[in-house]
């Protein structure tokens, strides 16, 4: 079993910037996939970044060049740099591990971006 913990959301006005973070219990380099997906009110969640084993990262199109996947192994972390916010990616984010044939999930983390 794969715990995942979020953290890093928050309130950001338009155009800010905001890193989220993602503690994984379990060597980050040896899940197949990890990465962030979201879900604002009223929306089915959907993929934001996700990133393999091997280094392979993929972005939904309304985040590329703005958001940024990245992961240490020394802590076994995931992060999402996410910058020029828009009130649209207002929304909890989750972190998703794939490990073995199982799916898990982190708890959430809101992010709020409004002046």
């Known amino acids: 079993q794969v715990q995942l913990v979020e953290s890093g959301g928050g309130l950001v006005q338009p155009g800010g910037s905001l890193r989220l973070s993602c503690a994984a219990s379990?060597?980050?380099?040896?899940?197949?996939?990890i990465g962030w997906y979201r879900q604002a009110p009223g929306k089915q969640r959907g993929l934001v970044a996700t990133i393999t084993s091997g280094g392979t990262k993929n972005y939904a199109e309304s985040v590329k060049d703005r958001f940024t996947i990245s992961r240490d192994g020394a802590k076994n972390t995931l992060y999402l740099q996410m910058t020029s916010l828009k009130p649209k990616a207002t929304a909890v984010y989750y972190c998703?591990?794939?490990?073995?044939?199982?799916?898990?999930w982190g708890q959430g983390t809101p992010v709020t971006v409004s002046s």
């Open positions: 379990e060597n980050i380099y040896r899940l197949y996939v």
């Open positions: 998703n591990a794939m490990y073995g044939t199982h799916g898990y």
